[in-house]
Each structure stands twice: as C-alpha cells, then as structure tokens.
C-alpha cells in the first residue's frame, strides 16, 4: 500500500518535506481481536506536527531512535476491510470511526472506560497510523458510523473532535444557565468545542481568537460573543464578566502565552482546561490556594465519548469544517496547517 512514513524528527519545522510517500506492506490480521481498516480519511492534527518536531520524543521514542520510520495519522475514519476470527460486532463493509488508542479491555482503566489512560498503543504516535490506505487497529477501538456520516467528513472526531467534546463535556457539568464558558482558540478543535458546548449547556459562550475568519466562524456556529486575541483579551473578557473571569476557561492553543492568559480569565473557583499544549504553565502556588483555581488536563476521549459524539453529529449538532488533501500531498495539508492556512481541519484521502 501507499503510506507517508516521517523518518526523522525536525526540531525546528523548517525542512521542505517532512513525511515521504512510500509503498509499504499491507497491514495483515496477527490477533484474532484485529480489525483492517480502509482508510476514507485521516485527519491531520497539530500533534502531527509536534510529533516532527520532537514534543513526543521523551513519551513515545525514549531511546530517540527506535519508533522512526513510522506511519504519522492518529484521526482515522474508514470501511472495514478485513477482521479477525473471533470479531462479531462489525463486518467487512461497515463505516467505521477509530478510537486512537488500541486497548486490551481486560485492565481496571479500561473496564472503567478509561481506555487511553490503559497499557497499549497509540497508531500514529507510537506504531504505524493512517496516513496511508490501511490500518490496524482492534474490535474494541472501532465505532460503526451512523449512514448519515461519510468516513473522509468525520476522521478528525476521532482525535480532535473527541479531546474537544471530553473538555466541552467536562465543562458542561459544572456550568450553570447565564454562567460564562471562555473558548481560547476557535481552530480546528475549537470550533468543535464550541458546538459541543452549544448543543449541551446554556452557558454564555466567549471566543478569543487572534484570527478574523475563525471568530467569524465562531460566530456562526454559535458564540455569544467574540473577542480579537490583540493582546487586550484578558480586559475583554474581564468587561464581559463583571470583572470576575468566566466559571470556565478552555484553552484550545495552550502556547504562545494563553496558558497566563487563560488562568487571568479564570474566575476563583472557576475551571481552567488544557487541550492544546506546547508550552509551561507557570503559576504561583499561593495564588492557587487563594483562588481555588482548578486546572485540568485533556487527554482525547473514551470509546464511550465518541459514540456520543457521533450522536450529536448524526443529528447535525455538530459540523466538521474540513478541507481534503491527496494522501500524496500530505506535506502540504502539514505546512498549511503550519502557516495557519487551514480553518477547519485538513483530511487526507487516500
Ligand atoms: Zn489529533
């Protein structure tokens, strides 16, 4: 099969290509549990990108050389092509989405549902992913898709719209009606977020964003107001909630200072949500215990979360604005997403 395989790491995103088109073997079926998945899309993410410049080094690829070449495409979405003896539940032909990480299901994390918090692996971080024509994964980690919904037009639910969902679900619990969500970053996850917020609270939903398209589009899709990210963001969102900040703040870019930013608009006692990451928190400790501040990590969904995300996509709560690339065009769908060209989420299609 065709592939684009990443063969070195790039710390500083400045070589010309990153990933190489290759013909590689076909995945083939070793446990009776696989699932061989053809892929109709593969998302590309911000991970992909940190990912090339090292970020996952210390957690995937400890000794620095042992996971390159790899197969990057942890947001996979396809027809299921081949299956294992003892697999029941879906059949060769089904529509399926793939939770991202490939899990044994015998663990206590995964018999809590907490399955990318159990031992296993990570297609596209830790052992060969989708940007290619095929993928392994397991029964366990496939959700069928509702026939309302093309695999190339939901692939980014499985890592991006899954992580968004699981932060806008945790914030839903505690927000109250006339309460204060602030979305920092209305991107590719964001711009999920703030439906998933939307369709499930009655909260006042705040973007900030440095970018014009993304805060129109963030006004269409329901944001109650919309803040420009020009540096005066904290004071923006300071006037709108009476000086307090917002019960919730989820940061969906987490570098280029909005971590400071975030925790500012953050009222005492209020949330504050990691998803997107980069950088270091940096935060007195007395001002955590005066405050009574939370911060809280992100770390994508259960399998559970993207079937309820599918849900709220099957009945058109939420809209993935994607834009499609050849799998041979896979560098240019990642500098696109490096330039901030994209808005929405770039697919590839083998
Ligand atoms: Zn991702």
């Not at 596209?124 to 095929?134: F, P, Q, S």
């Not at 950088?279 to 992100?298: A, F, H, L, R, S």
Request: proline share 5%.
């Amino acid at each position: 099969m065709k592939a684009q395989v990443l063969k070195k790491y790039d710390d500083g995103l400045a070589a010309d290509a990153w990933v190489e088109l290759e013909e590689v073997p076909d995945p083939k079926i070793s446990r009776s549990s696989d699932v061989i998945v053809r892929i109709g899309g593969a998302g590309v993410c911000r991970t992909d990108l940190h990912i090339i410049e090292g970020i996952w080094r210390p957690h995937m690829d400890p000794t620095g050389d042992e996971l390159l070449p790899m197969i990057m495409g942890h947001e996979n979405a396809g027809w299921v092509e081949a299956v294992g003896k003892e697999v029941e539940g879906i059949k060769v032909g089904d529509p399926v989405i793939v939770h991202p990480k490939i899990s044994g299901g015998t663990c206590l994390a995964c018999r809590r549902g907490f399955d990318m918090h159990a031992p296993g692996s990570f297609p596209g971080l830790d052992c060969n992913g989708g940007y290619a024509e095929y993928l392994c994964t397991s029964e366990r980690n496939v959700v069928a898709l509702p026939r309302t919904l093309a695999p190339k037009d939901v692939a980014p639910y499985a890592d991006a719209g899954l992580t968004a969902y699981r932060a806008a679900k945790k914030a839903t619990r505690h927000l109250l009606p006339g309460e204060r969500c602030v979305v920092i970053g209305a991107g590719g996850l964001g711009h999920i977020g703030v439906q998933c917020l939307k369709a499930m609270c009655a909260a006042d939903i705040i973007v900030v964003d440095t970018s014009d398209d993304s805060l129109a589009l963030a006004g269409k899709i329901g944001a109650d107001h919309l803040v420009k990210a020009d540096g005066n963001e904290v004071e923006a969102v300071m006037s709108l909630t009476e000086g307090e900040g917002a019960e919730a703040v989820i940061d969906f870019v987490g570098e280029k200072g909005t971590t400071t930013k975030g925790l500012a608009m953050t009222r005492p006692m209020g949330s504050y949500y990691v998803v997107g990451y980069g950088e270091d928190i940096k935060v007195p400790t007395v001002d955590m215990v005066i405050t009574e501040k939370n911060i809280i990590g992100n770390l994508v969904g259960t399998w559970a979360e993207l079937v309820e995300l599918m849900a709220l996509a099957d009945r058109g709560l939420v809209e993935l604005t994607t834009a499609e690339y050849r799998l041979a065009d896979a560098n240019k769908a990642l500098k696109d997403l490096h330039n901030g060209k994209i808005h929405g989420r770039a697919v590839l299609i083998p």
